[in-house]
């Protein structure tokens, strides 16, 4: 059975008397501890998928399911220990008046889990960054090491399934690779599930087994990794 199943989703977005139909009718299903890629010109849809999954896009029809089971409506903590998003951009991502130490944190704070100091300086280490950096403050972070925090926060509650909303597009190329080997490499070591977004048919190449193609809101094509080739 499929750990995350996406049967004829729709998004819909009405905006100044219009109705946007961002997602049309897709289905998906991701094995567990699979990678799975979308790709697509910019407004294809992609990115809406990751965010109905999260709750952050309205659901106007079909479902979507996790280990066999619906998800809640709204979320809630459960949801949010078992799946976490990176986002683009980790320059927007991360809230510039605190600490790399409080970004970390707070997500243990908000589920009453205990042991926060081993946890976060466990975190920074898993990403490759010096424990010295739980003080600083994003803006002293390069856009590599603050994806690579971003990355961190979300590997907090220990989920088994991270949504990758183009976690690379934002960074200098010669940083990209650096990222998507530790992704991968956390994919490995967790035994981690993966839904990735991105335009980049190389990168998709590099980390997943299937993709999914997408034009206008619409599935075009699944493909496999040797598809690819």
Same mark, same amino acid.
């Given at each position: 059975?499929?750990?995350?199943?996406?049967?004829?989703?729709?998004?819909?977005?009405?905006?100044?008397?219009r109705h946007v139909r961002?997602?049309?009718?897709?289905?998906?299903?991701?094995?567990?501890?699979?990678?799975?890629g979308l790709v697509g010109?910019?407004?294809?849809?992609?990115?809406?998928?990751?965010?109905?999954?999260?709750?952050?896009?309205?659901?106007?029809?079909?479902?979507?399911?996790?280990?066999?089971?619906?998800?809640?409506?709204?979320?809630?903590?459960?949801?949010?220990?078992?799946?976490?998003?990176?986002? +683009?951009?980790?320059?927007?991502? !991360?809230?510039? /008046?605190?600490?790399?130490? &409080?970004? =970390?944190?707070?997500?243990?704070?908000? %589920?009453?889990?205990?042991?926060?100091?081993?946890?976060?300086?466990?975190?920074?280490?898993?990403?490759g960054l010096p424990t010295?950096?739980?003080?600083?403050?994003?803006?002293?972070?390069?856009?590599?090491?603050?994806?690579?925090?971003?990355?961190?926060?979300?590997?907090?509650?220990?989920?088994?399934?991270?949504?990758?909303?183009?976690?690379?597009?934002?960074?200098?190329?010669?940083? +990209?690779?650096?990222?998507?080997? !530790?992704?991968? /490499?956390?994919?490995?070591? &967790?035994? =981690?599930?993966?839904?990735?977004?991105? %335009?980049?048919?190389?990168?998709?190449?590099?980390?997943?087994?299937?993709?999914?193609?997408?034009?206008?809101?619409?599935?075009?094509?699944?493909?496999?990794?040797?598809?690819?080739?």
């Amino acid at each position: 059975m499929a750990f995350i199943e996406i049967e004829n989703l729709s998004v819909t977005f009405h905006a100044k008397g219009r109705h946007v139909r961002a997602v049309e009718g897709v289905s998906l299903s991701v094995e567990e501890k699979g990678s799975f890629g979308l790709v697509g010109e910019s407004g294809s849809g992609k990115s809406t998928i990751l965010r109905a999954i999260c709750g952050l896009a309205p659901v106007t029809g079909g479902s979507i399911r996790i280990g066999g089971a619906p998800v809640p409506t709204p979320r809630g903590r459960a949801f949010a220990a078992q799946v976490q998003m990176v986002f +683009q951009d980790p320059y927007a991502s !991360l809230h510039p /008046r605190h600490t790399i130490d &409080r970004v =970390l944190s707070e997500p243990l704070a908000i %589920h009453g889990a205990g042991d926060a100091d081993r946890r976060v300086m466990q975190a920074l280490t898993d990403v490759g960054l010096p424990t010295s950096f739980r003080f600083r403050y994003p803006h002293q972070l390069s856009g590599g090491q603050r994806q690579r925090v971003a990355i961190a926060r979300a590997l907090m509650l220990e989920p088994k399934i991270l949504l990758l909303d183009e976690p690379t597009s934002a960074l200098d190329a010669s940083v +990209q690779a650096e990222t998507l080997n !530790l992704l991968a /490499r956390l994919r490995a070591e &967790r035994g =981690l599930t993966f839904l990735m977004v991105s %335009h980049d048919l190389a990168v998709i190449d590099h980390m997943c087994d299937r993709v999914l193609v997408m034009q206008h809101g619409r599935a075009v094509e699944e493909l496999s990794r040797e598809d690819l080739a």
